[in-house]
């Protein structure tokens, strides 16, 4: 079992705190701590500490002002061309193609600070879930010592289904309800050029599978790799198609004329190739080409049609015990085999996903509108403070810190040890907070938005957590008790000992 090589999947799962019967939402919170602090102020009582304590409880340091490996750097549309792709990309614009219809105001949501999640390596493992990650998704939906509710979407790099598709098998994973609205794979922001492009080559996934959602997004003229065999067997000698593959593989001579009469416009990678040889094979066939024409050959090797990738990632955290190559792999092949045979020139392909700012940028505006329909909260405005949660450095930790550095609300990275990041080792991309688990990449994160709410000092520099019993005193006008735990999930649990 490849998990068992994995300290943080053995370990007992943490014991939860029960929930407080309390219901206040981050506002009414936020009002009621307004009413303390005056009070607190009457009694005499220090100043807020306004010290972050993540320098402390992260044994890195901050990750501001890291440099920016942009030799492999991946495309970003929104703010890039270059020469090679003579159309500017579009800018990836709306992640919800319906309207966005507001819910009434959930009074227990938190309104100021949101989750975001990796899956692979964070949340599931080899199809399977991580324990810790359904008592993570317990506490976010309001099972947590505040009995508040915290917005949450989910951001992964992989895809070859639909989003419904997945959002099903996340759901059943998670023990909770997973919507597509909450929801952004490698593929999801491809949507944007389905109008950009006529003919377009889709590559990688099971079966049908990507071309299905790649026409179900509006891409109008999607072909695949098996209708090109099919068409021409010689076009991968050692790739034989199977019955399944010939009887949904569509006849591109059926279209009449030639195959050079068929021009790709571009080609988009929406999932793990199952076959990279055939696939590599054709990719550079059309990278070749005389403008996308198929078998055609490009004298110069500079007309080939963009290639775009889903994502950038070289590794992934799948079931065996070591890490798998990923789709970034594949890009790095297309890039090196294309100098290689077109006489030195440099292909250029491009790629969404982690660690791009567009595609934070892009979760940014899911996520304002998924607090909009889910929980009532105004779309215009984006959480003060969303954390990220992921197991890749170089994709989600160095995605996270970028987007913090150009974002005005604070993104605040925090790394997993369940995933690709192996502990003990020192990440080329630095996260504000690294934790064994997703749990407690949440606990944390709950954790730092009630201090910043609610904890002060006295005049000994002993911390009082403004919990329940700390607001009764201040509201009755008496002095809390300052020997209160600092920490409110661990009196909490303290409680629940008690009882
Ligand atoms: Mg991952």
């Known amino acids: 079992m490849s998990t068992n090589n994995n300290n943080t999947l053995t370990t007992p799962v943490p014991q939860r705190p029960s929930m407080c019967p309390r219901q206040l939402s981050s506002s009414s919170f936020a009002s009621a701590f307004e009413v303390a602090r005056t009070k607190l102020s009457e009694l005499g009582v220090e100043e807020p500490d ?109 895809g070859g289904k639909f989003e419904t598709e997945r959002c099903r098998d996340l759901s059943r994973q998670l023990e909770i309800d997973v919507s597509p609205g909450q929801f952004i794979c490698g593929h999801t922001p491809m949507r ?24 179900s997004y509006g891409f109008r003229d999607v072909i695949t790799p098996g209708d090109i065999i099919k068409a021409n067997a010689a076009t991968a000698p050692f790739r034989a198609l199977t019955e399944s593959e ?56 500079d007309e080939g049609p963009p290639i775009y990738f889903s994502h950038n990632d070289v590794l992934w955290s799948a079931a065996h015990e070591h890490v798998r190559l990923g789709m970034g792999a594949l890009r790095k092949i297309v890039e090196t085999v294309f100098e290689d045979v077109s006489g030195g020139r440099k292909l250029k392909t491009h790629a969404f996903g982690k660690p791009q700012v567009s595609t934070f940028e892009f979760a940014t505006r899911l996520l304002q509108q998924w607090r909009a329909t889910q929980h009532g909260l105004a779309e215009s405005e984006p959480p003060e403070t969303v954390y990220f949660v992921g197991d890749t450095p170089e994709s989600d930790i160095k995605g996270t810190n970028a987007m913090n550095e150009k974002s005005k609300n604070e993104w605040y990275s925090i790394l997993v040890k369940t995933g690709v990041y192996q502990a003990g080792t020192e990440p080329k991309h630095k996260p504000r907070k690294l934790v064994d688990t997703v749990l407690d990449a949440v606990n944390h994160g709950i954790r730092r938005e009630m ?33 209160l735990s600092a920490d409110p999930f661990a009196k909490a649990v303290e409680q629940q000992q008690v009882q």
């Open 451 to 483: 201090a910043k709410l609610g904890t002060r000092k006295d005049g000994k520099g002993r911390k009082l957590p403004l919990d329940d019993a700390a607001l009764k005193a201040i509201s009755e006008g008496r002095t809390p008790n300052f020997e």
């Open 50 to 158: 306004t010290d972050d304590d993540d320098n402390t409880l992260s044994p890195f340091s901050s990750s501001s002002g890291e440099e920016d490996d942009s030799d492999s750097s991946p495309y970003s549309p929104s703010v890039e061309s270059d020469s090679s792709t003579s159309e500017a990309a579009s800018p990836l614009h709306s992640p919800l193609t319906a309207p966005v219809t507001p819910a009434s105001l959930d009074p227990d949501v938190a309104d100021n600070f949101a989750f975001a999640f990796d899956i692979d390596g964070v949340l599931v493992r080899g199809g399977k879930p991580i324990p810790e990650a359904i008592e993570a998704m317990k506490v976010l939906n309001g099972e947590n010592p505040f009995g508040i509710k915290v917005p949450y979407i989910f951001l992964t790099n992989g």
């Open 246 to 301: 010939i009887k949904n593989s569509r006849d591109l001579l059926a279209r009449g004329g030639k195959m050079s009469d068929i021009v790709v416009e571009a080609v988009f990678v929406f999932a793990d190739s199952r076959d990279w040889a055939s696939d590599l094979q054709i990719m550079l066939d059309i990278a070749q080409s005389k403008g996308g024409r198929l078998e055609t050959r490009s004298e110069n090797f």
């Open 192 to 215: 944007e050029f389905a109008n950009k492009y006529g003919t377009v080559l889709v590559v990688g996934g099971e079966g049908e599978k990507c071309r299905e959602v790649a026409e």
